[in-house]
């Protein structure tokens, strides 16, 4: 109990209750793509395996970098520059990239195959099916 050091009234609050509100996370978001790898012990354990991550170096230590492109540049003297936009297949990196920058927190990811395999609807249905598994998102 505090000392009191002048006359005067004094309210004092006692907490009966516990709080009301308790903060709960309720929108974890999964994010389902092609990976230039999906390793977290040996090569490929994490394909198809719900993975919580918490940064976008996590992201890159199992699932890689994003795919490297190659990006036509024209110069035409007189016209100036023609640039190209490249075929962007696999963009789950970027993505993540994106979510990360604009203040992502924890997130689930599924590697549903790597860069350089074809993408096909079934492999993103797999991936879906995978993390319906999980609690949280």
């Known amino acids: 109990m505090p000392t009191y050091r002048t006359p005067?009234?004094?309210?004092?609050?006692i907490s009966v209750f516990p709080?009301?509100?308790?903060?709960?996370?309720?929108?974890i978001p999964a994010f389902i793509g092609y990976?230039?790898?999906?390793?977290?012990?040996v090569a490929g354990d994490l394909q198809l395996k719900p993975t919580l991550i918490r940064s976008m170096m996590?992201?890159?230590?199992?699932?890689?970098k994003p795919q490297v492109l190659d990006i036509p540049v024209t110069v035409v003297a007189n016209n100036g520059i023609t640039v190209n936009p490249p075929a962007l297949k696999y963009n789950l990196a970027y993505c993540m990239q994106m979510?990360?920058?604009?203040?992502?927190?924890?997130c689930y990811i599924v590697?549903?195959?790597?860069?350089?395999?074809?993408v096909?609807?079934?492999d993103l249905a797999k991936g879906l099916r995978e993390i319906s598994h999980e609690d949280e998102p």
Request: glycine share 12%; proline share 2%.
């Open 58 to 64: 996590q992201f890159e230590q199992y699932f890689g």
């Open 99 to 106: 979510f990360f920058a604009n203040g992502g927190g924890k």
């Open 120 to 122: 096909d609807e079934a």
């Open 35 to 41: 990976t230039e790898k999906a390793d977290m012990v």
């Open 19 to 27: 709080p009301s509100v308790a903060e709960v996370e309720s929108a």
């Open 111 to 118: 590697s549903v195959g790597n860069y350089g395999d074809e």
């Open 8 to 13: 005067d009234v004094y309210i004092e609050e």
